[in-house]
């Protein structure tokens, strides 16, 4: 039998590891050359590079509708936190500099989570969803992601109104777990968030025309059977395209899917490997 980590020992000494590792980043960006954006402006930049909106209420098996009703109220929470913000040329975004912990005394509920492939619920859960959308926006533009993490090696629900390829979210924890990027072209760059009840609603814009344009896309997925469970595999590309002449300039792999499935389907989908 393996010998137990610090954190897996008790409730009491996972709490422990959680605020160690909490203030661990903290001392790290105190001491980091990182310039964070903090600026916000109620002026919207004229161009947008990007938008997209995500359902909140997702029909999820096994799951309680009423950590989805929460979640709503968490999102809405969030995204004024957000809403906004500039990213200058050389600063970077950090999710949760901006929003923050997500405590009970600031009116967050709980949600649901996500770890190591089991759900669970915790208070402010759900912002799982916001960092997928501010990724999903960075994916169709120049900025560089700097710090990403995902919920490798698992895929825990069945796809319900997908509109992105599968393999391009971002998993977030306070703090620790953060989603970074960073402005390393000559351009401003605005993220914009709201929610409506329904959908939680992201616009990424710039203060100029951009020169190339973005294509993400989903390509050679399938379901396979190993010995194991069954697999879900495929990969993320990404195209750059100028916007000048229509041409592909460059095309580049996102992600490497390699998820085993958590829930069943219909076995006619499934490959044998």
């Known amino acids: 039998m393996s010998r137990k980590l610090f954190c897996e020992i008790s409730p009491v000494t996972y709490r422990i590891s959680t605020e160690l590792h909490i203030l661990q980043r903290h001392v790290k960006d105190a001491f980091s050359r990182e310039k964070f954006a903090k600026t916000k402006s109620e002026e919207r930049l004229p161009f ?17 509708q009423t950590l989805q009703n929460n979640k709503a ?14 990213i200058r040329p050389g600063e970077t975004f950090s999710f949760w500099r901006l929003v923050g912990r997500t405590s009970a005394h600031k009116g967050y509920l709980p949600g649901l989570t996500i770890v190591r492939g089991v759900t669970g619920q915790g208070t402010g859960g759900g912002m799982c969803q916001f960092s997928n959308l501010i990724h999903w926006m960075v994916l169709h533009s120049p900025l560089t992601v700097t710090e990403h993490h995902h919920h490798d090696h698992f895929d825990l629900f069945p796809d319900y109104k997908r509109k992105i390829p599968f393999g391009t979210g971002s998993a977030v924890c306070y703090n620790y777990i953060d989603y970074r990027f960073r402005n390393d072209t000559d351009a401003v760059f605005q993220l914009l968030a709201y929610t409506d009840g329904e959908y939680l609603h992201g616009e990424l814009l710039s203060d100029r025309a951009l020169p190339f344009s973005y294509r993400v896309y989903g390509e050679g997925e399938r379901f396979v059977r190993r010995k194991d469970g069954v697999w879900r595999v495929g990969s993320v590309l990404r195209d ?12 580049e792999t996102v992600k490497e899917n390699d998820a085993k499935l958590l829930y069943e389907i219909d076995p006619a989908r ?3 490997e």
């Open 240 to 251: 750059t395209v100028d916007r000048a002449t229509g041409e592909t300039v460059r095309r």
């Open 48 to 64: 947008t590079v990007w938008k997209h909106e995500s359902l909140i209420r997702r029909v999820l098996a096994g799951v309680d």
């Open 270 to 272: 499934v490959e044998e």
């Open 73 to 86: 109220v968490n999102l809405s929470l969030a995204a004024p936190c957000v809403n906004g913000i500039l």
